[in-house]
């Protein structure tokens, strides 16, 4: 079984200071790890995934993410946050041999000015 | 660009109707996903497709069926609404090789009354 845990609902932090959304895993296998991120009345926009190599990968929107194997987590950071930053994202991880993916629960990020 | 379209964004209907949700796939992907979105709880799967006529039940079956009968196109099908099933569903669609992320519409949010 593979599982994804957002512990963080809200992060709210202020314009132009750094931001991190958390996450952890567990697959049984090797893990492909997603982030998505989801405007108001929007379907969700890919943003950046790890699947092998370097541990730290670059996305859209100035963002990037982490892969720690020892912690299991995918952090997802961006070095100064943006008001228009501000929307719902979700990480998501599959196993290897997998269609499916597994969706956290979401953390919504409030920018403010 | 990838485009994933959804036949409505609001759908209101009454208890015991019978709702048709389309999604339609530009890219000739293989695999295609429906979820159901709810706050707290993330996106949950609720069938996948990974070729024509075929079909595979995700986490969440049940009250739901689905119908591909051609590459680009997959319907969700909940044979009498009833009013747990008022949500956001997202379409969703991929390629068959491993690494390639999914790709959502913009979602439908269905109203059952």
């Known amino acids: 079984a593979q599982s994804v845990a957002q512990p963080e609902d809200q992060v709210n932090v202020a314009e132009g200071n750094p931001l991190t959304v958390k996450c952890t895993y567990s697959?049984?296998?090797?893990?492909?790890l997603f982030w998505y991120v989801q405007y108001p009345n929007r379907g969700l926009q890919f943003l950046l995934k790890?699947?092998?190599?370097?541990?730290l990968v670059k996305g859209s929107y100035g963002f990037e993410a982490e892969f720690n194997k020892s912690q299991t987590s995918f952090h997802l950071k961006k070095p100064s946050a943006l008001v228009s930053d501000s929307a719902l994202y979700f990480c998501?991880?599959?196993?290897?041999?997998?269609?499916?993916?597994?969706f956290g629960a979401g953390t919504t990020v409030t920018v403010r000015a | 660009d990838v485009k994933v379209t959804q036949s409505s964004r609001y759908l209101v209907k009454r208890t015991g109707e019978k709702v048709f949700l389309e999604c339609v796939q530009d890219?000739?992907?293989?695999?295609m996903f429906w979820y159901r979105q709810d706050p707290g709880l993330g996106l949950r799967l609720i069938y996948f497709?990974?070729?024509?006529?075929?079909?595979e039940k995700g986490d969440i079956p049940e009250g739901y069926s689905v119908s591909r009968e051609k590459k680009e196109r997959f319907s969700l099908i909940l044979e009498s609404a009833s009013t747990n099933q008022t949500s956001m569903y997202l379409c969703?669609?991929?390629?068959?090789?491993?690494?390639?992320?999914?790709?959502f519409g913009p979602g439908t949010r269905l109203t059952v009354t």
């Open positions: 998501a991880v599959r196993d290897w041999n997998d269609y499916k993916l597994s």
């Open positions: 697959v049984s296998g090797n893990p492909y």
């Open positions: 497709s990974y070729d024509v006529k075929m079909k």
């Open positions: 890219m000739d992907h293989e695999n």
């Open positions: 969703a669609s991929s390629h068959s090789r491993e690494t390639y992320e999914q790709y």
């Open positions: 790890y699947i092998t190599g370097d541990n």
